[in-house]
Each structure stands twice: as C-alpha cells, then as structure tokens.
C-alpha cells in the first residue's frame, strides 16, 4: 500500500517507517524537520536495507501537501505531524492551533483532491482530560485541560466530519499513553529539541550527564507514592498499533478512536527505579511544585484494541528502560552524533 506519512523522520514515525518497510508498504515520508532530523530517515533505511522517498515541506503548506499528494497518490495517510509541547502549547497555543488543526485541515483537502479515503491519526490520551474514572476506555468523557490536548480533540472532530462526507472513507483515531523506549538497535530513539519535556528523555539525559538532575514536579498527588502516575508504552509496541490500524481501516470504512496503551500505570519514581537499574548508575533529582495542567494519574485500557485490531502491547518497563539507555549511551547528543 502506498502510505503518506508526514512527521515520519520524528520519534514515533521513524519506528513506525520501520514496521511499513518490514511489511512491504510503500511509504513516501512528508517532514519540515522542526522537531526531528533527516538523519532519522537515513538510519531507518540502513536498518532495513530499503530505499524511500521523503520530501521536506509543512503541512501548513498548502501547495506542497497538494503537490504531494496529487504526485504520489497515496492509498492511506499516518499523520503524525504537530507541536506537541504540553507546556509550550500553554504559552504559544495559536501557533499550536494553526499549526496543529489549520495544518490537518490543509491535509484532509489535499486527500479529498487526489481521492484518499483512509486516515491513521496520532491522537493523544490529552483529549481525556481529568479522570472521572480509571482506567480510561474510549468512552471517557473528553475534556482536555491544555491547548496541546485540545488541537488534538479538535483535529478528532474535524476527521469524524470529514469521513462523513463518503461512507468508503476510514479513520483511527490512535490515543497515545506516553511512548518511551528506542529501537533495540541502539540507532534511532527519541531526539528532543532543547529541554525535553517528557520524563523519560529528561532521565536518559542525565543519566548521560548531559544535565545536572532531574526535577519531580509534585511528591504530594493522591498516588501510591505521590508522584504522577502514567501508561508508558514502548515505542515498538506503538509502531505495530499503527500497522495493526492501518490493516483494520483497509477493511473497514467509519472511524474508530483506540487506546493504545499498556493497561497499567507507573510512577515518576518508579520509572526513575527501573532507569537507575537499566543504566547501572544513580539518577540525581529534586522534588518541584506541580506542573500547571499535569494530572495526578492517566492509564488506559486496551481492551478495545485488542478486540478490534487484535494488538496489545508486550513490553515491559525494564525493557523499555534499558532500549532507551542504549539510544541514549550510544547517542549522546542525539542525531547531532
């Protein structure tokens, strides 16, 4: 199948050009390399031995994603695209809206101009919101707390209306719970701009004494230790959701929105427990305030996606922790290496 995947050079989509190669798909990958390296897309075709076509344009481009699209005719699209800063979205959330929302709508009439119907979206467990009740299933009320999860709620709505209009169009609606975790090749992982802004590329950093320590922000939530509780999934896991979605909208046209997650939360000092054991040294931290729109624990159930896609995740926290060592201890200052 020819698949468009734009954001494909970034964390999740350089894994996931992994399982569209290893399954013989055709994918032409779509990046501006704002937040990701055209470096990622060399190794990924030295990994699987495979040549493929990208192109380096913004989906807020609107003649170049036409351009695009009209030249390559996809089958499907995997958009993983987007600003995803939880805090920077609080502190830009125009640039986040235009960029996030404007720049799918821009991709949604590019598909209808060259007649693709199906679309694998990178939502996020941010649409959640508070819980009323965990874990979350796909039933959950939405109601996001920050501007980044609500691009994402918006961008959901905007396919649902727009797989309205043709009853052969297809949609999935991915929901993500903290992907962590590298190949195990030690070749391609998680490469943030700056300051990362997730937990666990903050401890991979200081683990490689790239920075001084950790900050915890809060010890004081309604958690078994205090700390916030989340689903992390590795990377690899969520790469084979998106072949196992990709697979199911093949075969069925409507939308369907899926958790994909482990089913189980852990801590922020756990994960720090398993990477001290992982990398065989300690990992420096302080405790800090909270963090303004953070919530004290998010994890999923997965019982949908094992019913519909037939996928569930399989790896464990260790190994999660130990595959981004490797990346990291390998790799210490990233594609910049």
């Known amino acids: 199948m020819r698949v468009l995947v734009t954001g494909g050079a ?10 569209l190669l290893a399954a013989d798909h055709a994918p032409l990958v779509v990046d501006n390399f704002a937040n990701s ?23 807020t481009d609107t003649a170049a994603i036409r351009q695009v699209c009209d030249e390559f005719q996809p089958e499907a699209v995997i958009h993983f695209a987007g600003l995803k800063a939880v805090g920077e979205s609080g502190q830009s959330p ?88 590298a190949h195990q090749s030690g070749r391609i992982g998680e490469d943030p701009n700056g300051i990362p802004d997730n937990l666990m590329p903050y401890i991979a950093q200081v683990a490689v004494g790239k920075r001084d320590q950790l900050t915890v922000f809060g010890d004081d939530y309604d958690t078994p230790d205090g700390t916030g509780v989340r689903d992390y999934i590795h990377v690899n896991d969520l790469a084979s959701g998106h072949l196992a979605a990709l697979d199911y909208a093949a075969r ?39 963090r303004p729109g953070d919530i004290a624990s998010s994890h999923a159930t997965a019982a949908r996606a094992a019913s519909l896609l037939g996928w569930q995740a399989g790896i464990s926290l260790e190994q999660m ?17």
């Open 252 to 290: 069925h046209a409507g939308v369907e929105a899926v958790n994909l997650g482990t089913g189980k939360g852990h801590s922020v000092l756990e994960v720090i427990a398993a990477f001290e054991q992982a990398a065989g040294r300690p990992i420096p931290y302080t405790v800090g305030p909270r």
């Open 94 to 181: 125009l640039t986040y809206y235009s960029t996030n929302v404007g720049g799918t709508i821009e991709l949604l009439k590019a598909m209808d101009g060259c007649g693709c119907r199906r679309m694998i979206f990178s939502s996020s467990a941010t649409v959640y919101g508070v819980a009323d009740y965990l874990p979350f299933d796909e039933k959950h009320p939405l109601n996001p707390v920050n501007p980044y999860g609500r691009t994402k709620f918006f961008i959901e709505e905007i396919i649902r209306d727009w797989a309205a209009t043709d009853p052969e169009k297809s949609a999935m609606l991915l929901r993500y719970f903290n992907p962590v975790g």
């Open 321 to 337: 922790c130990e595959d981004t060592w490797r990346w990291q201890s390998r790799n210490p200052e990233g594609y910049s290496d």
């Open 10 to 19: 970034g964390y999740i989509g350089s894994h996931t050009l992994i399982e």
């Open 37 to 59: 390296s055209p470096v990622a897309l060399e190794r990924v075709a030295q990994l699987t031995n495979r040549v493929f076509d990208h192109v380096e344009a913004s989906i």
